[in-house]
T-cell receptor
Framework: NAGVTQTPKFRILKIGQSMTLQCTQD?????MYWYRQDPGMGLKLIYY???????DKGEVPNGYNVSRSTTEDFPLRLELAAPSQTSVYFC????????????FGQGTRLTVV | DAKTTQPTSMDCAEGRAANLPCNHS???????VYWYRQIHSQGPQYIIH???NNETNEMASLIITEDRKSSTLILPHATLRDTAVYYC??????????FGTGTSLTVIP
């Protein structure tokens, strides 16, 4: 079972460039999430989705966009990369609300220079 | 959303039980307590969760106080591989997992 797959694993961007972090899950989960984790800190929720076509902001959405056209995929878009977006990004998914665990991908390490 | 308070760091001797506390005094009746851990910047790994009753699985036990204002994660026989950051999270019905800074557990040989 693949679970939650994130690509790429590593990326270096120049200031002002744009990129899309890919996330796909094969567990038919309704809920998907994007987090960022700065060095020595906990995870911060960027955006989440409760199903295809539905997205909502988390704690730190500025500078990011998401879409959810299918149940499986939840890409995160950075339009104008800034050094403050240097971080490790984690995607996660869960089946529904409340009594269910979230499964995490292995992360994308992004450096903006 | 209910917030959680955890100690910043703890040590535990290898082979002994590790008891990790968490305070969540503003928890609502329909909010679950979840525990995750993160080993060396990998993706967080689910450990256990509960609502009111104590729970046990192959990894750990979760003890929730009767008033639900605090809980304790117990790793019964800590090994070096249990060295990680442990996150206690209260999850509302909207299922948004908000992480704090967690407890850094070091298992000492």
């Amino acid at each position: 079972n693949a679970g939650v797959t994130q690509t790429p694993k590593f990326r270096i961007l120049k200031i002002g460039q744009s990129m899309t972090l890919q996330c796909t899950q094969d567990m038919n989960h309704n809920y998907m999430y994007w987090y960022r984790q700065d060095p020595g800190m906990g995870l911060k929720l960027i955006y989440y989705s409760v199903g295809a076509g539905i997205t909502d902001k988390g704690e730190v959405p500025n500078g990011y966009n998401v879409s959810r056209s299918t149940t499986e995929d939840f890409p995160l878009r950075l339009e104008l990369a800034a050094p403050s977006q240097t971080s490790v990004y984690f995607c996660a998914s869960s089946y529904s609300s409340g009594n269910t665990e979230a499964f995490f991908g292995q992360g994308t390490r992004l450096t903006v220079v | 959303d209910a917030k959680t308070t955890q100690p910043t760091s703890m040590d535990c001797a290898e082979g002994r039980a590790a008891n990790l506390p968490c305070n969540h005094s503003t928890i609502s009746g329909n909010e679950y307590v979840y525990w995750y851990r993160q080993i060396h910047s990998q993706g967080p790994q689910y450990i256990i969760h509960g609502l009111k009753n104590n729970e046990t699985n192959e990894m750990a036990s979760l003890i929730i106080t009767e008033d639900r204002k605090s809980s304790t994660l117990i790793l019964p026989h800590a090994t070096l591989r249990d060295t990680a950051v442990y996150y206690c999270i209260v999850v509302p019905t909207g299922n948004q997992f908000y992480f704090g800074t967690g407890t850094s557990l070091t298992v000492i040989p």
